[in-house]
């Protein structure tokens, strides 16, 4: 996997310094100032010319302006009023700017519209909620090539036994293909984060698994809680049990369902992992198909 190296003084920097902005770190503004790495990323996502690009956090559009040559349109999601500025003037007057769309706030709070790809580095305090909002998206896009930590980024392409595996891994790759395109050192960005950065390639999986994504996130929340103990253990958790046995009945009563008088949901629980040989399982080495059981 290739490792691009930082470029010291570029000429996006000295744009950056001479616009004597104060990033805000709340916002986890890192603005990648590299542009082979932008470069880089742009190429990775293969965009067409009739494509609608998604972009969040675009800073003071380094990344942007390379997404507008190669689009159609850029839908970009910016929190901070005052890059929002600079990345207005960046385009101002030229025959970009009618390509740019200046979506203001916080990107998880807002319904995404229609884009065929997204590319973005990402602000590290929301990659989580982003990559799941991004892949409960409708209709689908085709991928998207986004900026994480790199230990983030480990998480998402880990496999069953990894030390990294985990509810985030198992849940992202039942709904997509991630793969890790490249590392980047902390020294491309201004000012420069605590950690090591990397670029991973997420492509939906379309159609998606036929199995309701909340059930399942459910069932992974449970199983990962202790990921190194047996699930016949996870599942004799008392407030486990009084979760599933609450759902069931609010399930039932939706349905019109009776529940037998001697219905026990530890035994039903206990008879299902058995019939499925799932009670000595562990969830950090079990696979998609493991659960799907």
Known sequence: MPKIKSESKTRIHKEVVKQGILFNKDFGQ???????????MVEKSAIRPTDT?????PGTGNMTVKLLEQSKKVIAYEIDTRLVAELQKRVQGTHLQSKLQIEIGDVLKKDLPFFNVC???????????LVFKLLLHRPFFRCAVLMFQ??????LVAKPGDKLYCRLSINTQLLARVDM?????KNNFRPPPKVESSVVRIEPRNPPPPIPYAEWDG??????TRKNKTLGSAFKQTAVLATIEKNYQLHCSLHNKEIPKDFNIKEKIE???TNTESL?????????DDFMM
């Open 150 to 155: 790199r230990e983030f980024a480990q998480r």
């Open 53 to 57: 690009v998604l972009e969040i956090g």
């Open 181 to 185: 395109l490249m590392k980047v050192g």
């Open 30 to 40: 890192h603005i990648l100032k590299n542009p082979m790495i932008i470069t880089s």
């Open 271 to 273: 008879d299902i992992l």
């Open 119 to 129: 590319v973005a580095n990402v602000p590290y305090q929301i990659s989580s909620p």
């Open 219 to 224: 069932l992974t929340r449970i199983a990962f």
């Open 280 to 288: 000595e399982k562990r969830a950090r080495t079990m696979d998609i």
